[in-house]
C-alpha cells in the first residue's frame, strides 16, 4: 500500500478522525530556507512519538481544508523541537532536512 495512505491512516487513527484534534504546527522560519517548508498537523501514536502530517497532503489526500484556529493548539516549529527534543535526538538526522518536513515524509526512524 502508498506510503503516504499508510500514514495517513496513523495519522487520523491516533486524532480520532479528525484534524481538529491535532496541533497545528508552522514553520514559518525554516532553518533550511533554501526549501519552501509548509504547515503540518501533528497527533501523538499511542507510545506518545509524534506524527507528523503535512497540511498540504492533507488537502490533497482528502480534500478536507484544516483550519489552524480549529485545531487544538498552534505551535511554532521551534516550541516542537524543544517539545519532543529528547525524542527527535535519537530518531531525526538533524543536519539532512528540517525535521517536520522528515517527519511528515515518513522516514524510518535512524536508530
Ligand atoms: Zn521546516
Wanted: overall charge negative.
Amino acid at each position: 500500500m502508498n506510503n503516504q495512505i499508510l500514514q495517513l491512516y496513523a495519522f487520523l487513527q491516533a486524532s480520532r478522525g479528525n484534524w481538529r484534534n491535532a496541533i497545528w504546527i508552522e514553520c514559518k522560519f525554516c532553518l533550511y530556507k533554501n526549501q519552501q517548508c509548509d504547515e503540518y498537523l501533528l497527533a501523538a501514536d499511542r507510545n506518545g512519538a509524534p506524527l507528523v502530517f503535512s497540511v498540504e497532503q492533507f488537502r490533497r489526500l482528502t480534500g478536507d481544508t484544516p483550519v489552524k484556529d480549529e485545531c487544538i493548539a498552534v505551535l511554532s516549529e521551534q516550541a516542537f523541537e524543544e517539545l519532543y527534543s529528547s525524542w527527535l535526538l535519537w530518531h531525526i538526522d538533524w543536519l539532512k532536512d528540517c525535521r517536520l518536513r522528515q517527519l511528515a515524509q515518513g522516514k524510518e526512524p535512524a536508530l
